[in-house]
Every structure is written in structure tokens, then in C-alpha cells.
């Protein structure tokens, strides 16, 4: 019985040991695993930042050009069949452009700076969350200020062409008017469209590429979090 005793106590002490061996091995693995997460995670925030730099550089260099310069995106010929008033709203409108970008390097620099920093699972768990929230909350908030902006500048931009270009004598005034402004809703809703599209093949390719490698780095770190 003793003996029994002693080669059970042998099988028990042997089994814990292998216990512990697992144990220190998965917590190495999570470790190992956490680090990698974290670096892949710090390098697609920095290639979201690269890029929202260039896009900074490239309508600031935009902006500057024409300023000083004293060109304009279209031909004087054009511009006054649309009408100057019009044209400079629309050319004011460009260099909006700028303040988005600098918001967005703001919110990209800053969450590039927390998840830099993150030492622990949690924190880095939340880190991304709040940063994939952020980024694409700030872009639809961008694109319907964007859409609220342009629409009363492309409805008289539509109104103006059309009056310029087509003769309305056989018209009365509050026909002309009317077929201006039926006009000047399908331009504005044209203009929205190529907007809608170009935003949702631009952001989504680009910007979502990397916010879906966070999305899935998320997923990654949820399971070790266990």
C-alpha cells in the first residue's frame, strides 16, 4: 500500500509539473503573441498617419499654388458661364479640405501615441476600439458637413449654367426660374453621387485596408484576453 502510495504521489508530483510547464508556456505564447499584435497594431496607425500627411501636403501645395499664383481651377470663360460668386464659393469651398486633414492627422497622431505606449491587452483592446470609432466617426461627420456645404453651392451652380447657356426667352420668368432650379437639384444631386462614390472607393480602400487589419488585430487580442 505504501509503495502504491508512493508511486501515486510520484504520478500526482510529475502531472503538476507538466501542469506548470503548459502553463508558463501558453503565458509565454500570450506574451509573444500580445508583442506582435501590438507592433503590427502601431504600424498600421503609422501608415494611416503617413497618409493623412500627404493628403495635408498635397491640398496645402494646392491651395498655395493658387494663391499665389493667381490662377483658377477652370478658364475665365467658364467661370463666368457659371458665375463668379459662385465659382469663388466653390474655390473658398476647396481649402476646407485642409482643416480635415488637419483634424484627422490630429486624431491619428494622438491615438498613434496611446497604442505606442500600451503595455497591457485591455488597454490596447480599447485603444484600437476608440481608434477605429474615432477615425471612421470623423469621416462620415466630414462627408455629411461636406454634402450640407456643397448642395446650396451646386444648386446655384446648376441654376447659373443652365440660365447662361440656354436661351429662355420663349420662357417666362417664373418658367425659367423653375427650369433653373429643377436644374440646380440635379446637379447638386449629380455632384453628391460622385462624391458618395469616390469617398467610398478612396476611404474604403485606403483607410479601410488598414482599419480592417486593426479590426482583425482586435479579434486577435480578444482571444488571448480570455
Known amino acids: ?16 509539473s507538466i501542469w506548470q510547464s503548459q502553463k508558463e508556456e501558453k503565458t509565454y505564447d500570450s506574451k509573444a503573441i500580445f508583442k506582435m499584435i501590438r507592433r503590427k497594431s502601431i504600424n498600421a496607425v503609422q501608415w494611416l498617419f503617413i497618409i493623412t500627411v ?9 491651395s498655395l499654388w493658387l494663391l499665389l499664383s493667381g490662377k483658377h481651377f477652370f478658364s475665365n470663360e467658364k467661370i463666368d458661364l457659371v458665375g463668379q460668386a459662385e465659382y469663388t464659393k466653390m474655390e473658398n469651398f476647396s481649402h476646407l479640405g485642409i482643416i480635415g486633414s488637419i483634424f484627422l492627422i490630429a486624431i491619428v497622431f494622438y491615438f498613434y501615441r496611446k497604442i505606442s ?31 450640407i456645404l456643397i448642395t446650396p453651392i451646386m444648386i446655384s451652380l446648376g441654376a447659373n449654367t443652365y440660365l447662361s447657356q440656354n436661351d429662355t426667352q420663349h420662357l417666362s420668368t417664373e418658367e425659367a ?4 432650379q429643377k436644374i440646380g437639384y ?6 453628391i453621387f460622385i462624391i458618395l462614390i469616390f469617398s467610398a472607393i478612396y476611404y474604403g480602400f485606403i483607410y479601410g485596408t488598414f482599419l480592417r487589419r486593426l479590426g482583425k488585430n482586435l479579434k486577435e487580442l480578444k482571444s488571448i484576453n480570455h
Open 54 to 62: 500627404i493628403e495635408f501636403m498635397i491640398g496645402i501645395s494646392i
Open 177 to 180: 426660374k423653375a427650369m433653373a
Open 186 to 191: 440635379i446637379t447638386a444631386a449629380f455632384n
Open 117 to 147: 505606449s500600451t503595455l497591457a491587452v485591455q488597454q490596447l483592446i480599447q485603444n484600437i476600439i476608440n481608434f477605429r470609432k474615432t477615425v471612421i466617426g470623423f469621416i462620415i461627420f466630414w462627408l455629411v458637413l461636406i454634402i
Open 1 to 16: 500500500m505504501i509503495g502504491n502510495e508512493n508511486n501515486t504521489n510520484k504520478e500526482n508530483d510529475f502531472l503538476k
